[in-house]
């Protein structure tokens, strides 16, 4: 790259802030989508389960 490029890539202080606001929120949706997932398997284990039992 030449010095011209690195330039462009560098970013103020408030416009990293901003782009670790929107990694974190990015970060937090995806392990409540990752929750669910753990959730609704266990739930669809648990019911499969326990309709063979019975």
Known sequence: M???D???LAMTPE??????AK???RALIMAGLLFFLVVLFYLITFV???SSIS
């Open 23 to 25: 990694q974190k929120q």
């Open 48 to 50: 499969k389960i326990s």
């Open 6 to 8: 690195n330039k462009d």
């Open 15 to 20: 416009e990293q802030k901003a782009y670790q």
């Open 2 to 4: 030449s010095q011209m």
